[in-house]
């Protein structure tokens, strides 16, 4: 890829619920330094993410983290060349904590910084990998928010192939949970129960896969869980288990129908997945049996959820040069189709 003139940068992502902080050196092409805080734990009595309680710990977890990822990096905070941080799409709160704190850092060192899009990271960190992909490429990304197959033309050109028409997959699996009473968030414990279910006991819709367009539509399944669920005298864990084992093969065949439909559309050989839903080891498996012609190019686990490395890999992209205008540039709501526009 090309080369930038910023050597470390400092990346920060605070768009949800996570606190994620990284350096990354651009001169040996790697993440040097990094720290995860979750606060899943503190949202999950409420069963989702509260907005506000989210802002405030995001507000007392940063600066120390930020501290802790310069000290084990073994760097000076004057050793950082720039800085990157989540300016959107998320939460408006959260978000204004990262873009100040990474502003004011900044603006200290006298060094540039950029706001970056949350889920085009989500897709530039799998360039990080080796063997990595090659634009032109497919992208589908799942998370909590979105749920999207793109055509990566090239860096920041990105054509919207198909998306979801109503929840996102992450969301599928954090609503379908709290039906199922196993608690937030909703994707890990659907997939550990799962283990233990049977995928063929009940038999849920792959929603729209008999349309030729690569759209998808995950509230109907949902709602299906939620009237099975009702159905059922006695829930004990082995049915939940059954239920969250049916569930989460519904949503793999769907996404590996709708992926090869994108991928014959565009005639694109391959293949990057990212976001939180890919972390899900039943579903790359899935992905990587079905679309076994494909180049699949997935990010290590612990980099498909929200974290601060992707964010400051996808500052080497974008970090140019000392551009102080003092604007905090937040974008809550922001189609990665749009990237380029203002
Ligand atoms: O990318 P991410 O960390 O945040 C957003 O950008 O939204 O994705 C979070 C979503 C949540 O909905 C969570 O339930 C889901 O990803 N998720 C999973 C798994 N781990 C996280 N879904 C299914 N299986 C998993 N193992
Ligand atoms: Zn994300």
């Known amino acids: ?18 606190t994620g902080v990284a350096i990354y050196d651009s001169v040996s092409e790697d993440i040097i330094s990094e720290q995860l805080y979750s606060q899943a734990a503190k949202h999950a009595e409420y069963g989702g993410v509260v907005p506000e309680l989210a802002s405030r710990d995001h507000l007392k977890k940063l600066i120390p983290l930020i501290r802790l990822t310069i000290k084990e990096s073994g760097l000076e905070l004057n050793d950082i060349d720039g800085i990157a941080y989540t300016s959107g799409p998320g939460l408006r709160g959260p978000l204004l904590i990262g873009a100040s704190t990474a502003e004011s850092i900044a603006m200290a060192l006298k060094k540039p910084s950029v706001g970056i899009h949350h889920m085009e990271a989500h897709l530039l960190i799998n360039l990080l990998e080796n063997p990595a992909p090659s634009f032109p490429f497919l992208t589908l990304l799942i998370s909590g928010g979105h749920c999207l197959l793109i055509n990566a033309k090239s860096l920041g050109e990105y054509e919207i192939v198909g998306q979801t028409l109503d929840d996102a997959v992450g969301e599928a699996f954090d609503k379908v949970a709290k039906i199922l009473e196993l608690g937030y968030p909703g994707g890990p ?23 030729k367009n690569c759209d998808f539509s995950f509230s109907g399944l949902k ?27 519904a949503v793999a065949d769907t996404l590996v129908m709708k992926t090869k439909s994108a991928m014959e559309k565009t005639g694109l050989k391959e293949l990057v997945i990212g976001g939180g839903v890919a972390s899900n080891k039943y579903i790359r498996d899935k992905l990587i049996r079905g679309l076994e012609r494909s180049k699949i190019f997935f990010p290590p686990v612990h980099r ?29 709501r922001w189609p990665l189709s749009d990237l380029n526009d203002g």
């Open 304 to 332: 498909c959820t929200d974290n601060g490395a992707m964010i400051a890999y996808a500052g080497s992209f974008y970090l140019k040069d000392v551009n102080r205008d003092l604007t905090l540039n937040i974008k809550p």
């Open 223 to 249: 709602t299906a869980v939620f009237y099975e669920f009702k159905k059922i005298k006695t829930i004990d864990e082995s049915i939940k288990a059954d239920l969250a084992a049916s569930f989460q093969a």
């Open 189 to 211: 414990k659907i997939e550990a129960i799962a283990k233990q279910g049977d995928p063929n006991a009940f038999d849920f819709p792959r929603p729209m896969t008999a349309k």
């Open 1 to 18: 890829m090309t080369t930038y003139f910023v050597m470390k940068i400092l990346g920060i992502e605070t768009s949800c619920d996570e």
